[in-house]
């Protein structure tokens, strides 16, 4: 198919009301995180089927949908991004995580994040063994950047390595954004649930004074009542 035909398909997916719905959920009011982002009213499920109509597509058809106002469209190019990046030899993976990291401010929703940075950085970083390179970005100013660098670490995680995801969490503890608490509390209890949950919890009784209630809430979110009971005592 030409990226005419492929967004032709993913236009086919179309569901008018659920617009209302995704400009809410996703907050893309005046003063939101997302403002001004723009929904055709196309479900996660439905963008992926049309990942297997983007054989024939060149990178500069996935450039285009990276940069799309559409936000469906950009997820889309993110899921052709992340099959040619898997498939890829070591030397086609580096241009695709390329066009990965030239394209962060276009990665700007907390869905496209989370769909992305591990399997794509992550995996990539992972394999290069370039800790150094999420450190730096978790550091940085930008809300999309910062949430990227610490979800890249679940690759770390699925590879039963936690130290990273430790070492961006305390980069990031004292973030005021809802949207990294969140994302540093999730990947603390993935670093639990998947590797080591005695880790998971020293980190968290060594941490729990300086971590805001939201990051605290979601990583203790699987423990026993009385273990969150103990934690969340402050």
Not at 6 to 23: A, G
Not at 48 to 60: G, P
Not at 78 to 105: P, Q
């Amino acid at each position: 198919m030409t990226l005419k035909a492929v967004k032709e398909y993913l236009h086919s997916f179309i569901e008018p009301e659920k617009v209302k719905v995704y400009t809410s959920f996703f907050k893309t009011g005046k003063g939101d995180y997302a403002e001004g982002d723009k929904f055709l009213g196309i479900s996660t499920p439905n963008t992926r089927r049309v990942v297997k109509k983007s054989k024939k597509l060149e990178s500069s058809d996935i450039q285009e949908l990276l940069t799309s106002e559409w936000h469906e469209e950009r997820l889309l190019g993110l899921f052709i991004l992340e099959r040619r990046f898997r498939f890829a030899s070591e030397v086609e993976k580096e241009e695709w995580v390329e066009m990965y990291k030239n394209n962060y401010k276009n990665v700007n929703n907390w869905d496209l994040v989370d769909q992305s940075a591990d399997k794509i950085l992550g995996e990539y970083c992972y394999w290069s063994k370039n800790d150094d390179y999420l450190l730096e970005l978790a550091e940085s100013s930008n809300l999309w950047e910062k949430r990227i660098a610490i979800i890249a670490t679940y690759a770390y995680i699925k590879h039963k390595q936690t130290d990273l995801t430790y070492k961006i969490a305390l980069v990031l503890m004292k973030d005021s954004h809802d949207l990294i608490q969140k994302a540093v509390g999730w990947m603390i209890r993935e670093s639990g649930k998947r590797v080591d949950e005695s880790e998971m919890v020293d980190f968290i009784r060594a941490n729990k004074l300086e971590m805001p209630s939201t990051m605290l809430r979601y990583a203790i979110e699987r423990l026993s009542e009385d273990l969150k009971q103990e934690l969340m005592q402050k």
